[in-house]
């Protein structure tokens, strides 16, 4: 849950006692922080970026793998969600995504993908 930025949905006693499966990792990632972040990215052109498609950062380091994309009809492009390390994954940060072996140029981007038009 700290990798996907989903800490909020955990109840604050779970946090600080622990007791669960998984709770020594997730109560030092909440310490120390994450080594890896979940991150929206938009390829750039038309082609869409699919599970395990690698993605580096521009000096040709491997940063990540993506783990969900498709064609995004309401953003009108390919969008795709991954991991990438600590350290990176701001929004507007280029990145290349490895794909059938070619590198395509692609951005970090906030999420949701499409803000939220409604009133809470």
Request: hydrophobic share 35%; glycine share 16%; charged share 25%.
């Amino acid at each position: 849950p700290v990798e996907a930025s989903l800490a909020w949905a955990m109840q604050k006693r779970r946090k600080e006692e622990g007791g669960f499966p998984g709770a020594e990792r997730i109560q030092r990632e909440l310490a120390e922080g994450a080594a890896r972040k979940l991150v929206g990215i938009k390829p750039d052109g038309r082609a869409p970026a699919r599970q395990g498609v690698e993605v580096q950062c521009l000096e040709g380091n491997t940063i990540g793998q993506i783990t969900s994309g498709s064609f995004g009809p309401t953003v009108g492009g390919p969008v795709a969600m991954g991991y990438v390390s600590k350290g990176h994954g701001a929004p507007g940060e280029k990145v290349n995504l490895i794909i059938r072996g070619k590198a395509q140029p692609a951005q970090i981007v906030a999420l949701p993908f499409v803000k939220q038009n409604y009133k809470r």
